[in-house]
């Protein structure tokens, strides 16, 4: 069984800075894809920044050059460091992970995951 759970999130400043982690249990799959994805209120989910083992990777231009995905495979641990955050970053972020292999073009793709987290909230408010 793959259990995913997320932490980190919480309420920040806009241009602060928030570390979130997913650590994944029951997932042997280093090989394969993970990522993050958020959702705001009224709106479909988007993929936030994803990468796969062999050090692909893949970020929404929203979140381009503020936003870094790492993993630590020897701990089954995904990270995503936000900095500059800003009002629009405000969402429920969600871990996901792929045990199929995945596509580079397709790491942003919500069909591209198999397993998700149940989430941690952002909220960026002055």
């Known amino acids: 069984q793959v259990h995913l759970v997320e932490s980190g999130g919480g309420s920040v400043l806009p241009g602060g800075s928030l570390r979130l982690s997913c650590a994944a249990s029951?997932?042997?799959?280093?090989?394969?894809?993970m990522g993050w994805f958020r959702q705001a209120p009224g709106r479909p989910r988007e993929g936030v920044a994803a990468s796969r083992s062999d050090g692909a990777s893949s970020g929404a231009g929203s979140v381009q050059g503020r936003f870094t995905i790492s993993r630590d495979a020897a701990a089954n641990i995904l990270y995503l460091q936000m900095n500059s955050l800003n009002q629009e970053d405000t969402a429920m972020y969600y871990c996901?992970?792929?045990?199929?292999?995945?596509?580079?073009?397709?790491?942003?793709?919500?069909?591209?995951?198999?397993?998700w987290g149940q989430g941690t909230q952002v909220t960026v408010s002055s």
């Open positions: 029951g997932y042997a799959y280093n090989d394969r894809c």
């Open positions: 996901a992970a792929s045990s199929r292999y995945c596509r580079r073009s397709d790491l942003l793709l919500q069909s591209t995951y198999n397993y």
